[in-house]
């Protein structure tokens, strides 16, 4: 089974409410790496297993295209928090690679590459495409939806 959907991983919400991960999203570095498929992610594992480079977020799943789509992931910019009609919505500007970037994609992690604690580069959430995304020696979008953003809380 590879992807299916998008989640925020269950540990991001309890560590962020319990303080155990001192969250400070417009200041942390989030990252954007992006996958293949052959990752099938899971909302529910341990803070270890939600981190860049470990689990099945692996750096030998993920694509990369020299400096235009970066090992690590593309640094997100114009983060925002917004509360409305009982939602918290984060986002942020769309991601965008280089002028060359060249690689078949299926969707993403999103990590804060500052904090430490409780694990280092620990997951926030994981966006699902819908389907194989190419791009070849082109430029690569990562649109967040106006509606939901990057991650969505219901009340």
Known sequence: MAWSNSKVFTIYISDMIGNVAALDYDADTIKVPTFNNSVTPDQTVAAA????????????NEVTSSTDLPAGGLTLGSKTVTRSSGNVVVSAANAVSGSAATGTVYGNLVYDDTLTTPV?????CYNYYGGAVTVTAGTLTIAWDGTNGIMKFAA
Do not use: P
């Open 120 to 124: 280092a580069d620990q997951g926030q």
């Open 49 to 60: 297993s939600s981190a860049y480079n470990t689990g099945v977020w692996t750096t030998g």
